[in-house]
């Protein structure tokens, strides 16, 4: 699976943004997604993850109420829509996949080891 992070930007505190990860390569609805971020200096963190039907979703506290994650396997992508921003969220966005195979139908990954697949990396800056 190859991915592909896209939308970030630079946004002023309470702004939105739309994160796209678009998926080619291995059947897409095989794998559940994740979002992960990582700030200068620190390391990276969960942020959100969907299985592959789109059923199930779990977010970091820290996002919750402010972030969404959905997708449209039809056209094989994945989204994480971004709304009240804080200077805080500034990063580089990741989208990675995982087998959803791997994990029985209840458990939503959130350890980056758990993914199989990342994308290259998004930056949102947001301003204060």
């Known amino acids: 699976v190859q991915l592909q992070a896209s939308g970030g930007g630079l946004v002023q505190a309470g702004g939105s943004l739309r994160l796209s990860c678009a998926a080619s390569?291995?059947?897409?609805?095989?794998?559940?997604m994740g979002w992960f971020r990582q700030a200068p200096g620190k390391e990276r963190e969960f942020v959100a993850v969907?299985?592959?039907?789109?059923?199930?979703?779990l977010y970091a506290d820290s996002v919750k109420g402010r972030f969404t994650i959905s997708r449209d396997n039809a056209k094989r992508t994945v989204y994480l829509q971004m709304n009240s921003l804080k200077p805080e969220d500034t990063a580089v966005y990741y989208c990675?996949?995982?087998?959803?195979?791997?994990?029985?139908?209840?458990?939503?990954?959130?350890?980056?080891?758990?993914?199989?697949?990342w994308g290259q990396g998004t930056l949102v800056t947001v301003s204060s």
């Open positions: 969907i299985t592959w039907s789109g059923g199930s979703t």
């Open positions: 390569g291995r059947t897409f609805s095989m794998y559940g």
């Open positions: 990675a996949a995982y087998q959803a195979s791997y994990f029985s139908g209840s458990y939503l990954p959130t350890l980056g080891y758990e993914y199989d697949y």
